[in-house]
């Protein structure tokens, strides 16, 4: 026992874990005494366990684990952690405790698993009996079933899911172990207590035998409803109310109705596999359905029957399949198929449901059609069909096709509907058959029951009959009113048989429904119907308040059954209350209506009616009205009186007063008595007569109300008008319409007859009287406010002049609310009167749109046109759509009829082409608004296809969408889109855009929905993945849209639909929808009648709660539409606005007299404060793509301290109007607080971006517009924006330029314009330039064009990070998709070409061929001439480095306004006219013909002059190396003279051949006189360029052009040539020309020579001669290594080029000999290197096997002699030269050259000398074993005295190479003398190299190249120095060198340090250092321009890191200085001529 004591020490929880079973079993004693101690769910001690509860389950000891079983047990009960181990747990007991043998453990297993269940985790413990059912072990399977089956049995079907049950039990009956099989039996007996009959359909295909067994078992299951008898947690109250009824002994009344809520009604339907029938059509279906023979059509239909008999069929697209069958249906002749096809149909509705719904449309008219048939097994199979279809969609749905076929002549048609209505009508419940339907039904149903044929009656009276058993006789009778009583009972005895589906109540006895689940909504109460109900609820509160919570899977219309039957007599209304009160009376006779009122008058008064006396007259009247205000209502005989009023003289009294007090007796009859309409008649045509009478109008007026208020006002008005416009009299006319007006807004406009005012008050408009017309529109003013703006659309035709004063009126009544109606409801009960109301003012919206005349578009859809919507090209495509548009536009409002096009608009939506989809998207807009409301029955198979399109990846596409689906919305209601799957289906898509935009609309339609179909459950799994969503704007919409989900589904749905995520998501899912309960809005309330009784007292309660809603929405959600229904009676939803906003703006009224003060407050360092902030990310950055909460809440925060309360509240309203009028007091403020505004500029440029965000166009123009003023303000206060500032604003501005509307983008550009007078424009560029990366096209161009002024205004030195990268990125945008984007990138880089000249393509870099010559296109059409870089430029400096010093600092303002207005200039002038007047005149160089010219320019010169000559010099004169840091790439030392040249350069290329000479002309000039001619140094390879380009033109375009005198091409080529041989006779220019450029020099004087036009032309032998000339100046004068290196690579371009002639090549192979030629005097300026690499470069790319398959010997000849040549001369030291190949033993040329040195040596004709160093040349490389002859050799050379000096040369090299070598041997054998000789020499060889300098040789630099390595403008220098001898040279030299060339270039020679070492520039074989940029640049230009050139030479890469930073062309200052001198003289002459 010692080692129990140990054990026995342990605290209880390592007990439990105890590798001794003892120790656990001790362990599990207490921790089950300690669990049953602990009372707290929540103490910590329950964690500790978390972890060991698994293990207590499966200990491995079997008396352990019971103990362990009883603690998990007591555990599970009574922690509320315990949730968290149910998967490991329950795992563990079914597959370690279900097989012990002890049955005591499996029961405890048994309970843990029913426990776990009961704390709610049932889902996972089903989940893991479930997979025990896989288990092999058949005691595990048993043990499983059991449990399920105590579950279920306790729990009930509510919690325990039996779909995945029913699932598996046909496999447990196919169980081996007959121990399963049975237990699955009892399971199934189990199952079918609680679903019954809906368990057949799954078990159908299980063993006969068992079956039955099961059918026997199933007949003894009592019929009792089962009752859970065991509560989860959170059913603690149904628990208690379970255990009182159990106490009370079984059933309490009122159990029943409990029981209906407990126990759903189980479809079998949902329990059903669906099964994928449309891959298994047969392949040729489509084909045989349409054959000839009719059997091939029966098997095409027989095997499609076959499949839709599966119960449960898969979504898909069944539009063919169902158009196929619907064709057989409606067109096939043989009847059986007909009935086949309907049977077919009949499955698929079936099959398919609420899926099948988008189909119904189609198919409805058809069948109804095809009842014609009379055949009983074809009406059948329709009927059934029909039935089917019915019950997929709703009647509303197919309510347009049901009554179209109403009035068919065929009477079995009309009966067949007749019977399908009845049907239909018995699925319907109160709320889905509202009056809205009834109405159209019962006016066609009346016509049936009067119809001749017996059979249509009876049918029309079953209709009828059911309608009133499922509306009851308050909602129907009012269409029944001129029904005679014999019908009248029929229908009642009609209704009193009918049973419906959904059971109904009545008397209070429940009946039991019928048992057939006919849809798979669930059965519950539908909600009070009829009185019988109301009566029966208001007895027993309890049930009713139930059944509106479950509301049945059907939304009621009006939310408050409770208060409804509060009130007492609230069903569905007829119009106004009761109507059935109307009195009806019969035309009394004259004579009996004089009886009658004698009886009630007194004789004297009956007598004097008609005196001729007025006095007695009048005395009579006063009589009368005496009489009448005695009378009692009840015995007032209303006709009689008003007869003996209309008896003569009647209406046509003369006597004013009389007739006042006749009329006023009307009004007094009218209003006390019962007065009928047939009274009125008699008396209406009499008051209309004295409306517009000046005495009696008034009373007239008064009379005619009072009518109305008693015949109702639609009727009254109805006959006023009418009479009115029968007669004459306009000033009647005009008042009748004013008395209308009033009236609707006495009586409010229910009922009212649109359509017959609207025809009135057209003629009323037409009407010449102007007082007529003036009335009309006051009276449209007044409709507007009931019907609101689809009013307009009657009046469209009218005249412009009309139509405006229309919209003038509307106006006015914007935003104005309908006043409550005071009169018309006083005589009727409150109830009654308040919710017919409500369902009235509901339906005005709707009648005004059902009111128009529709025109039935159906037969324009041709199927040719919707083959073309389809067709392949998309030009027809869209032709089709363009088509459609036009269709919709000219019918203006159409009826639902729109044939085929459905289907083919669908297949537009997810067109390749985008600009199809948003076309396709506009036409489904315009379609909504023309077809209204009917578009409901396309929602499914249109309008969730739209959905589909918001997961388009482009923006505008999704917008376009988007603004559809609310148009829809906005027409159907939300209803039909969130019933079925559909959305489901679209938010399960896991697609970002789709999920955010999807999310984000219901999160907007939501709120305003008072009731929602169940169907939006099956939308939240997926939302709770969307809530996990990798993308952040998904996951932030659906946390935006959780609140809306819970307010309609509750929290408890929520969290429940939790059950199936993973345990980690699942309490992440949970703690948000905590977070959401909170934020959770009210529902709407019922439509605000609070507002509309306000005038009778104060508003009921009933409004409260939308108030408050209203406060904790900040009203949002009131101002979206309350519901779309209401929307549209647009009095409703503004009242409801209304009462939101008073609510709101209570407070606000305190702070009025607060609005006096500063709207923004100073808080010291209060910006400085927040970036800080901001930069330790204490606060978020201000950076997103669209705005979320938190930026708009920190917004919010960090405006309090500094914003004055009141405007705050006004600029974060959710209101946009709030926010026009917070910028209208920003405007006003804005001179008046500089101050304030500054301190808060970040805050207030935060807010516009979130501006920028809102979709309201005014709320933007109003913001752009103060950002003009705002930054007008701070440009005056000099002002700096800061970086902080500028990052947070400009993006989100920029993304502003590319809006649509072009006054908003043009704003925009405008503040851009001004942003550069506080912000440094080359800082804005880089947020521009990424402007140009939107995927709004729009953007991307304005963007480009706003970088074209940039540099325009700014110069090159804008562009950021560097030129180069800058072009390159806008080069990209030439191949942009969009053309307008193309022009802009093409204009922006013209632009900057037209500023810096050729430079632009070496930035821009490689483009495709195709963008070149688009680029080169627009250069050469753009008309003008590139002008210097921009004064701007150094303006831009200034601004650049002070933002740099001091970020906030303010800004210098002199040049920075004259800086704007330049540049608003070159904006204007759109198409980028001549900007020549910003190059300053004097370095223009066309100053020649200035002197000439003696006029126009006068004006402007003076000025020009005096201005900046001098500045110009300073900065030639000395620069700072401090401008070259800000910008290295251009330099501004020379923006002068060098600027000049570059613009006459760029002319010479000029397509224009005058322009070009003149230009040649004067660079002619320049180069003859010396003195100037250096201005062109480092211009030259420009220059060359352009006039390869020019030879380019003429060769290609002018040759061509017929027009073109051919004595002006000669003259252009003669300046060419003439211009370049003055330039290659200066040597020192001659020289800059690099490679590329001479190569493509050469190329095109070679064209030249062999162009054949050329010889034809008169003097072409004198240009050809020239052009000879020209080849030999350029071959002798260039660098002769660039020379040779460029004819090589020409050599082998052209013998590659396919399409060069062969005489091309010879004649480049001549200038390689002449070459060659000049080799012997050249050789020692020529870089060997370079040359040996272009070489071994040829010879790779023809190797000699290829060159001798040339036709011509020539090539092979020519390489051969040009390294023989070469050889020879440079002896065996060239195969040093081979440097800068890279693998010289791959390489021929090597080999070559070895041989080349052994040839020579055999020939050894010459000298020993000769031959003595070659071979020691050669044998260096030989081995060790011939070192002692090489040596042998050397002495003797040392001997003989001609060779004394050589040989000891060879020797110090030999020493040097060999530095081992043992020169001993040879020395000892001789004599002192010789031996001291030798020494002496080598010293002497040595001390005399030292001297020199250190180079190695090994740095492949040899001595002949020094003239290399010095730049060409020093050339002079270099040959002083240099010494030409092969001596090397030292260091020191190179550094003097050094010194004077920065001199040259104005740099200090102090600063050493920043120099790049000075070995690192002699390591390299360099050429010019200042050609080498532009010699880099041109070669790649030539590359680009020649597409044959594929080569490009190699060296250049070896000098892009050379491109030097002193600059492209750098002008000696002297030389510049000498020019401006000159320009000087040359103006002072000018202007001396011009005086």
Known sequence: MGDDSEWMKLPIDQKCEHKLWKARLNGYEEALKLFQKIDDEKNPEWSKYLGLIKKFVTDSNAVAQLKGLEAALAYVENAHVAGKTTGEVASGVVNKVFNQPKARAKELGEDICLMYIEIEKGEAIQEELLKGLDNKNPKIIVACIETLRKALSEFGSKIISLKPIIKVLPKLFESREKAVRDEAKLLAVEIYRWIRDALRPPLQNINSVQLKELEEEWIKVSSAAPKQTRFLRSQQELKAKFEQQQALGGDADGGDDDEEEVVPQVDAYELLEAVEILSKLPKDFYEKIEAKKWQERKEALEAVELLVKNPKLESGDYADLVKALKKVVGKDTNVMLVALAAKCLAGLATGLRKKFGQYAGHVVPTILEKFKEKKPQVVQALQEAIDAIFLTTTLQNISEDILAVMDNKNPTIKQQTSLFIARSFRHCTPSTLPKSLLKPFCAALLKHINDSAPEVRDAGFEALGTALKVAGEKAVNPFLADVDKLKLDRIKECAEKVELVYGKKAGGAAEKKEGKPITGKTTALPGPAGDKETKDAATKPGPVKKASAVKAGVPLKKGKPATAAGTGGAGPKGKKGPETKEIFESELSIEVCEEKAAAVLPASCIQQLDSGNWKERLACMEEFQKAVELMERSEMPCQAL??????????????????????????????????????????????????????????????????????????????????????????????????????????????????????????????????????????????????????????????PALLSQIDAEFEKMQGQTAPAPTRGISRHSVGGGDDGEEEEQEEVGNDVVDLLPRADIGDKITAELVSKIGDKNWKIRKEGLDEVTSIINEAKFIQPNIGELPAALKGRLNDSNKILVQQTLSILQQLATAMGPNIKQYVKNLGIPVITVLGDSKNNVRAAALATVNAWAEQTGMKEWLEGEDLSEELKKENPFLRQELLGWLAEKLPALRSVPSDLLLCVPHLYSCLEDRNGDVRKKAQDALPFFMMHLGFEKMAKATGKLKPTSKDQVLAMLEKAKANMPAKPAPPAKASSRVVGGAAPAKFQPASAFADDLGSNTIESKPDLKKAKAGGLSSKAKVQGKKVLSKPNLKEDDDKSGPIFIIVPNGKEQRMREEKALKVLKWNFTTPRDEYIEQLKTQMSTCVAKWLQDEMFHADFQHHNKALTVMVEHLESEKDGVISCLDLILKWLTLRFFDTNTSVLMKALEYLKLLFNLLSQEEYHLTENEASSFIPYLILKVGEPKDVIRKDVRAILNRMCLIYPASKMFPFIMEGTKSKNSKQRAECLEELGCLVESYGMNVCQPTPGKALKEMATHIGDRDNTVRNAALNTIVTVYNVHGDQVFKLIGNLSEKDMSMLEERIKRSAKRPSSVPVRQAEEKPQRTQNISANASMMRKGQAEDMSSKLNQNRNMGNHSETAHTVPREFQLDLDEIENDNGTVRCEMPALVQHKLDDIFEPVLIPEPKIRAVSPHFDDMHSNTASTINFVISQVASSDINTSIQALTQIDEVLKQEDKAEAMSGHIDQFLIATFIQLRLIYNTHMADEKLDKDEIVRLYSCIIGSMITLFQIESLAREASTGVL????????????????????????????????????????????????????????????????????????????????????????????????IHIFMKVFPKEKLKQCKSEFPIRTLKTLLHTLCKLKGPKILDHLTMIDNKNESELEAHLCRLMKHTMDQSGKSDKDTEKGASRIEEKASKAKVNDILAEIFKKIGSKENTKEGLAELYEYKKKYSDADIEPFLKNSSQFFQSYVERGLRLIETEREGKGRIATSTGISPQMEGTCVPASTHTVSSSIGNTNGEEVGPSVYLERLKILRQRCGLDNAKQEDRPPLTSLLSKPTLPTVASSTDMLHSKLSQLRESREQYQHLDLDSNQTHSSGIGTTLASPSSAAANIDDLKKRLERIKSSRK
Not at 648 to 677: R, Y
Not at 1675 to 1683: A, G, H, P, V
Not at 1719 to 1725: A, F, Q, V, Y
């Open 642 to 799: 008003v007869r003996m009023l209309a008896k003569k003289p009647g209406w046509k009294e003369t006597n004013f007063q009389v007739m006042q007090m006749k009329l006023h007796i009307v009004a007094l009859i009218a209003q006390k008595g019962n007065f009928s309409k047939t009274s009125a008649q008699v008396v209406l045509d009499g008051l209309v007569d004295k409306v517009g009478d000046v005495k009696c109008g008034t009373n007239a007026k008064e009379a005619m109300t009072a009518i109305a208020e008693a015949c109702q006002l639609p009727w009254t008005a109805e006959q006023v008008v009418a009479m009115a416009f029968s007669q004459k009299n306009p000033k009647n006319q005009s008042e009748t319409l004013n008395w209308l007006s009033n009236a609707i807004k006495e009586f409010g406009f229910s009922g009212l007859n649109v359509k017959a005012f609207i025809s009135n008050v057209k003629t009323a408009l037409a009407a010449t009287n102007p007082a007529v017309r003036t009335s009309a529109i006051t009276l449209l003013g007044v409709m507007y406010l009931y019907v609101g703006p689809s009013l307009r659309m009657f009046f469209e035709d009218e005249k």
């Open 1639 to 1734: 190569k493509d020099l050469m190329h095109g004087l070679i064209t030249l020579m062999l162009d054949s036009r050329v010889e034809d032309l008169e003097e072409g032998e004198q240009v050809i001669r020239s052009v000879n000339l020209l080849v030999v100046k350029v071959l002798e004068k260039s660098d002769q290594t660039n020379i040779l290196s460029a004819l090589l690579v020409l050599l082998q371009d052209s013998l590659l080029a396919t399409a060069s002639s062969p005489k091309f090549s010879e004649l480049v192979m001549k200038c390689l000999w002449r070459m060659v030629r000049l080799l012997p005097e050249t050789i020692n300026s020529i870089n060997l290197d370079r040359i040996l690499l272009d």
